[in-house]
């Protein structure tokens, strides 16, 4: 207790340590990370804006921060700090800085998307501390963000369809209705015509039953179907490399169908990463259809939900009479040939799109097959799609 400067450098350590700890309290208080993606939707090889800021809201200075970002690693970052992660097919976003009172730091990126799915980037991880180093403190921030890519779309007769008609003869999909949205007149009514057509203040002007009547209209139903299988065992796994090359076709042929304004629907015996039921969008001629099928495919589980020969059978009874069946495969069991060739009988048409490895499937004659493994590998080859 004598001794005056031990004394002195003793308060000075303990006041130091005190400053230290309470700097180190504050400093990740009032301390914001945010992200900002230029749009949440994507197709495969599209270049999207990644832009992350780091606000100081308090009047302390901090001397060191530091912020991870988890970030899928099939969006490929340009030029970022970007260091392994120790979770699976994922990479860090890695920032160090220090940082005055009221500060706010932005750094911009881009990425472009190499492969179909739905990511998530976060969460992420903050760390900072006192000015002198003794102490430091973490944080999780849990708010993270999505992002959808779909599956490349390549014209039709580049997979080797015919330019004309590449869905084969649809005639048989192809219904006359009456389009309520396309009124025509009144006529006398009919036994057998629905009394919701009748026009009541019509039939009260000319003393009889009038019925309204409209002008015919036409649709023609494509449903594509994948199989999700890529191999004829179970316990066989599955091919990454033909699985895309049957999401790729069935993403293109959906939209060339809502391009010509048709019914469109989609089936697949894999399911949505978050769902585990096959896939069953019902067909309709709704502006929203292609969009919805391909999130839909961007999604898709690599995963098949049991055979698809009698999910197949059993979707096709609840399909309109005529539909056109675009079912796109890379593997032909004999059970899902036989439920092919019993499509006509019951009033559909059906065609084959294979990407597999092998020749051509064996079918009867009326089912058109499009063989497309050569086309695609031209395409592969000139680096236009496929997995990267």
Known sequence: MGEGPVIG???????????????NRVSLDELSYERLLSQQRAFI????????????KKPVPLGRVEVED????????????????????????RHSTSMAWYERIRWDYRFTCSHRGYYRIGPSRMESGDLFGFFSSQKTQTGDDYLLVYPRVVPLPELGLPAVRPLGETGGGLRLFQDPSRPYGVRDYQPGDPLNTVDWKASARMQGLQVRTYEPSSTTTIVVTLVVETSEQPWGGYSSANLERVVTVGASVAS???????????????????ADRPMNIPPTRSPEQLTIILEALATINPMAIGPVAPQLAE??????????????????????????????????????????????????EAIVVHNLRAHLDTLEAADEFGPR
Do not use: C
Request: charged share 15%.
């Open 9 to 23: 450098f003793g308060v000075m350590g303990l006041l130091v340590a005190g400053i230290a700890w309470l700097w």
């Open 45 to 56: 090889g599209e270049e999207v804006g990644l832009t992350v800021a780091l606000t100081n």
């Open 70 to 93: 988890e970030v899928p690693d099939a969006l490929v970052l340009r030029d970022a700090p970007v260091i392994t992660s120790v979770l699976p097919n994922s990479q860090v976003l």
């Open 256 to 274: 060339h169908a809502a391009e010509q304004r048709y019914s469109l629907g989609l089936f697949a015996n894999g399911a949505h990463i978050l």
């Open 315 to 364: 979707h096709s009874r609840r399909l309109p009479i005529g539909a056109t069946l675009a079912i796109v495969t890379a593997v032909m069991p004999p059970e899902l040939a036989e439920v092919i060739g019993g499509l006509k009988v019951r009033g559909f048409r059906a065609m084959v799109l294979y990407v597999g490895d092998g020749p051509s499937p064996s079918l009867p």
